[in-house]
């Protein structure tokens, strides 16, 4: 079992920054992608970022692509969700996930464990 805990969301204006952070306990020892996922009101989640369980492989979601950046300390069992240049339409729930294995993938049910997510809110 893993278990995640994300931390740092809050409100900020339109192109305003925020760092998220999640951090595993658990069975860390094995090799687990993270991913970001969010969810807005009235919509489905939808994948944001993931990382490979070396942090040598990206994925973005086209929506965030050149304002989020995604990173690991494998060393803290931390991921992190760097969002930059922010937009109202980037208001919602953000997710920490944790895949099966160690391959970033923007699929949602190949990750099995959750965070109970943190909220971030964009004002225009």
């Known amino acids: 079992q893993v278990q995640l805990v994300e931390s740092g969301g809050g409100l900020v204006q339109a192109g305003g920054s925020l760092r998220l952070s999640c951090a595993a306990s658990g069975r860390t020892s094995s090799n687990y992608a993270m991913a970001w996922f969010r969810q807005a009101p009235g919509k489905e989640r939808e994948f944001v970022a993931a990382?490979?369980?070396?942090?040598?492989?990206?994925d973005y979601a086209d929506s965030v692509k050149g304002r989020f950046t995604i990173s690991r300390d494998n060393a803290k069992n931390t991921v992190y969700l760097q969002m930059n240049s922010l937009k109202p339409e980037d208001t919602g729930v953000y997710y920490c996930a944790a895949a099966r294995g160690p391959i970033a993938t923007t699929r949602r049910v190949l990750y099995d464990y959750w965070g109970q997510g943190t909220q971030v809110t964009v004002s225009s």
């Open positions: 990382i490979h369980w070396s942090g040598g492989n990206t």
